[in-house]
């Protein structure tokens, strides 16, 4: 097992949603809440509104369990090419696109159970467009914070509550994280000189990036249902009867190219987001490992 992917896969996270945080509250707002119809609108809003603050809202516990999420994937990922290379008896040798691609998906979709939870609480704290410190007649926000959201959803629905929307975010991440390695690997290859083992720095920071843009415009459609069945019934009556019922509906009212609405934010945030966290994988991994390993899909010029 490697552990080293564990470890570095964790730190990488964590870097990734410091820098991409605002981003990511954005996103959410423009997929669930009709009153903001544009990327600079809603930028603009939520400052005028909430200050600085109102695009951290719910940080603290996705720091927590982004630790434990790219975690299981970066370690999934990289023990299964280690299984695969080994049932297809190549003996140390380069993986194939397609086990890149199959332990890619295998990497996102393991990562549900964990995820689901802080997911569900991050997008409801997002969408909270009240303030604490408002007047005595403003509204005041339902969730106090990470913890009272958690333990809100779980008294009002359940246990089952705080995976209400998993179907969607297995659906967007089995794919868009099989399309997110394979991405990045090719990238990898076409930037490494014949007479270097891997590219340098600047390769894995682009490989990085457009890696992180591909695996959005895969996952966006979905990303867009799962935001709004874990929304639904937060603050207003409940809208949708299951998964199907949301994609129809959302459909009907709002027509197909609501699902790429916010593929324009999502792209903006995965291209410095992901450049930060395979540079910091890459490096931690180079760093806790005692010799280069031969599924690496890279291994770095310094």
């Known amino acids: 097992m490697h552990i080293a992917d564990f470890v570095a896969g964790s730190i990488g996270g964590a ?3 410091a820098v991409g945080y605002p981003f990511d509250t954005v996103k959410v707002r423009i997929q669930t809440q009709k009153q903001f119809v544009g990327i600079w609108q809603c930028f603009a809003t939520t400052f005028s509104k909430e200050g600085v603050r109102g695009f951290y809202k719910g940080m603290s ?4 369990t982004i630790s434990m999420t790219s975690a299981v994937v970066f370690g999934t990922y990289r023990n299964c090419l280690q299984c695969l290379s080994q049932l297809r008896g190549a003996g140390g040798g380069p993986n194939t696109k397609l086990e890149i691609f199959l332990s890619g998906m295998a990497g996102g979709v393991a990562q549900i159970t964990v995820m689901s939870p802080g997911d569900i609480v991050k997008v ?19 969730y106090r914070g990470p913890v009272h959201c958690l333990l809100s959803i779980v008294r009002e629905q359940g246990i089952l509550g705080l995976y209400k929307g998993a179907l969607p975010l297995m659906l967007r991440d089995g794919p868009s994280f099989a399309t997110y390695f394979l991405t990045y690997n090719t990238i990898c290859e076409w930037l490494t000189h014949s007479d270097k083992k891997g590219p340098d720095w600047s390769g894995v920071m682009l490989a990085g990036g457009l890696a992180g843009m591909a695996g959005w415009t895969v996952g966006t459609p979905m990303d867009v249902i799962k935001a709004r069945l874990q929304m639904d019934g937060a603050s207003e009556m409940k809208r949708y009867k299951g998964f199907f019922h949301c994609i129809a509906e959302t459909i009907r009212v709002e027509g197909v190219g609501v699902f790429f609405r916010s593929l ?36 770095l010029e310094l």
């Open 15 to 17: 870097c990734g949603i």
């Open 61 to 64: 516990l996705p720091v927590t």
């Open 124 to 142: 409801r704290l997002q969408c909270q467009t009240e303030s604490m410190r408002g007047g005595t007649n403003m509204p005041k926000p339902k």
């Open 264 to 299: 324009g934010i999502n792209c903006l945030r995965a291209f410095p987001v992901n450049m930060v966290v395979f540079v910091t994988y890459e490096v931690l991994v180079g760093f806790l490992r005692d010799k280069p390993d031969s599924v690496d899909p890279t291994r």
